[in-house]
């Protein structure tokens, strides 16, 4: 499964972004796909996550209210909106996915999309 994820790009805060991950399989419903983030310095850490063959959703604490997953099955693709953006969430985002259920470990995930670049401006 290749995943490539879009969509990134330089906003000001209080902006929005929706970011992309298309998949190289008709099944991709079958996949729980998760997304990370990554920013300068810091550890790679879970943003959220879509299960699959359902539309249950999990976000971490931190874009919880601001950010959306969502699935388009006929696109094979997942979407993560990132509403009323903050500087902090400035980082490049992956996203990842597997067959299993959804976990908030990235070591969970066994393919994964090589990023894209979120830079927020204040």
């Known amino acids: 499964v290749q995943l490539q994820a879009s969509g990134g790009g330089l906003v000001q805060a209080g902006d929005s972004l929706r970011l992309s991950c298309a998949a190289s399989v008709r099944t991709f419903s079958s996949y729980t796909t998760g997304w990370f983030r990554q920013a300068p310095g810091k550890e790679r850490e879970f943003v959220g996550a879509i299960r699959y063959s359902s539309s249950t959703t999990y976000y971490a604490d931190s874009v919880k209210g601001r950010f959306t997953i969502s699935r388009d099955n006929t696109k094979s693709t997942v979407y993560l909106t990132l509403n009323s953006l903050k500087p902090e969430d400035t980082a490049v985002y992956y996203c990842?996915?597997?067959?299993?259920?959804?976990?908030?470990?990235?070591?969970?995930?066994?393919?994964w999309g090589q990023g894209t670049l979120v830079t927020v401006s204040s």
């Open positions: 990842a996915a597997t067959t299993r259920g959804l976990s908030l470990s990235s070591s969970w995930y066994d393919y």
